[in-house]
């Protein structure tokens, strides 16, 4: 199994700042198979990027993703307050797994 | 619009069984799968399995193979987990995802979830 491994577990930042959310992988993601999504208390996950760094239906392009093999980024620039929540990253190459989330909060 | 309606809140004693629906609407049920994923409390969420909802064809993680089936009803657009002997560490909100029949893909599509309480 592929264990994703997320960094930082909680990052605290103003909104307008930009944030950057690291995924890591145990072995090499195949074919890019990677997403995020987020999460906010209380609601099912939302799918925000695949293939590491298409945009999902309706997300702004303060969004963007990138990486390949075992590292990842998500970016977030300019947040805003609906931006606050856990984000997670899911590689769907082989099997599919999960992070252990990282927590957006307001500073 | 795509729309997965889970059934609602259980409560089930130790040793038991709990089934979870996912109603589809919105889109074509039988070119999609339907994925179970859970979520318990304070945990990473976790691959359950998948169904193919054209030809009923599943696959499931190894940690749950024993213990759950996942089937559909293609005349009411529903996909049912059950999952047997249920312990305390079973207690998690279950969601249902779509995703794609033919490749390996996100899911792009989510159920509200359903709360599962394991109490004697």
Redesign the interface.
Known sequence: EIVLTQSPGTLSLSPGESATLSCRASQSVSSSSLAWYYQKPGQAPRLLMYGASIRGAGIPDRFSGGGSGTDFTLSINRLEPDDFAVYYCQQYGTSYSFGQGTKLEIK | QVQLLQSGAEVEKPGASVKVSCKASGYMFSGYAI?W?RQAPGQ????MGWINAENGDTKY?QKFQDRVTITRDTSANTVYMELRSLTYEDMAVY?C?RGDVSN?????F????ALVTVSS
């Open positions: 994925h994923v990473r969420l976790e691959w993680s969601y995802a390996m893909w996100p899911f792009d989510w159920g509200q979830g």
